[in-house]
């Protein structure tokens, strides 16, 4: 049975015995982003395990040797380099600790490192409707530097989506998705769609770059992606660190901008470009790349791009492999049909400047060798949106929504925003009775839930 498997060992023998006011509650599984995930090293010889992501004391050189990875076009998963470790998700407290709070340990709150902190604040806001973990509330990590429509993705879910019916006594599921969290369950319902009707009454979207996240994601392919800023960044993993695992993620190839999909205006790469070695020939021209035609910019700018691993040196050039299966869970994604009796509603973000285009180089410095571009820094064209996902995209899911609501957030922040909180509680019908819940996390904030979602609406940035 789905509830003594051992994926799942907190339903094991497990009986719904629903508390107060539970009994009119249908159960709720919080689905996160990329990046929205604890992993954790296993070590395939002792089984000890060590946090890899995410950690800010020996973030680096932790995140190189332990996380690290080679895709494998043979089997279509991305495969680590140091081969005596495996990565797994923890599943301690009915799967939310590994999408509370990323890195739990004293030091994310010694120097306040508020960007760590993921569903923290709705599992509080849920608590406080009502919610008991465990019979009426879940959490779902995964790998996230997989495809999203990987069989152990697809697989997880599907055992997850069964175990907590059953748990519940027999209650349809609400999902709540962050981000990426939305592509994952799009291919879930595309490719499982009488699973997903089977067990899903409601489904609740944040943030999701149903089309793509240009601006964004072809920065991260060519640059890399900063996740924590100022005092803390120096204490993280580094922009170039990161970007030597980002590609090699199918995850990201598959939130590249969906060049079927009807723009106001497509999405460019823009690379202000030397036209001739001659020094007397300082003639500059501004090349475009769109949805179509990047990759062979892609192509050009990683053929030498390398990492350095126990001493050996690894080509990472732009992985054709990767881009054809994103190809691939892109005719996916455009096959989702949202079954009857499913109900679809949609947070995007609104009112911050957004990344949309990507610029290299300038007039007066231009790039002489595409190469160069990795080791530059952009100029964006901004569009509405979450400062992440352009509302455009947000918006465009190609389902029968409920209602499709705009909030005033950065990307991160829609999670712990209060406008989203409301909707979310009008959506699912309850109430928030108490604002002291228990802590949710295995560590005690530094203040309050209020003044720390503030201060993150603030200083969150992308994941």
Known sequence: MLGDCCLFPFLRCRKYEPGDGEADLDPVLLIAGIGGTILNSKNKKFGYEIRVWVRILLADLEFKRKLWSIYNPKTGYTELLDDGSEIVVPEDDYGLYAIDIL??????????????????????????CGYKKGSTLFGHGYDFRQSNRIDKAMDGLKEKLAAIYKASGGRKVNIISHSMGGLLVSCFLSLHNDVFEKYVNKWICIGCPFQGAPGCINDSLLTGLQFVYGLESYFFVSRWTMHQLLVECPSIYEMLANPNFKWKQQPLIQVWRKQSEDKEDSSVKLESYGPNDCTSLFEEALRNNELNYGGKSVALPFNFSIHNWASVTR??????????????????????????????????????????????????????????????????????????????????????????????????????????????????????TEDACSKRQSTCQLI
């Open 103 to 128: 890195d739990s340990s004293w030091w994310a709150k010694g120097f306040h490192i508020s960007d760590v902190y993921q569903f923290h604040d709705m599992i509080d806001m849920l608590i406080g």
């Open 331 to 448: 005719e996916v994604l455009n096959k989702a049909r949202l079954p009857s009796g499913v109900s679809f509603y949609n947070i995007y973000g609104t009112s911050l400047d957004t990344p949309f285009d990507v610029c290299y180089g300038s007039e007066t410095s231009p790039i002489d060798d595409l190469s160069e571009i990795c080791h530059s820094l952009p100029q964006y064209s901004y569009v509405d949106g979450d400062g992440t996902v352009p509302a455009e995209s947000a918006k465009a899911d190609g389902f029968a929504a409920e209602e499709r609501v705009g909030v005033a957030a950065n990307h991160r922040g829609l999670l712990c925003n209060n406008a989203s909180f409301q909707l979310i509680q009008k959506w699912l019908g309850v109430t928030q009775k108490s604002l002291n819940n228990a802590k949710t996390s295995r560590v005690m904030d530094e203040f309050s």
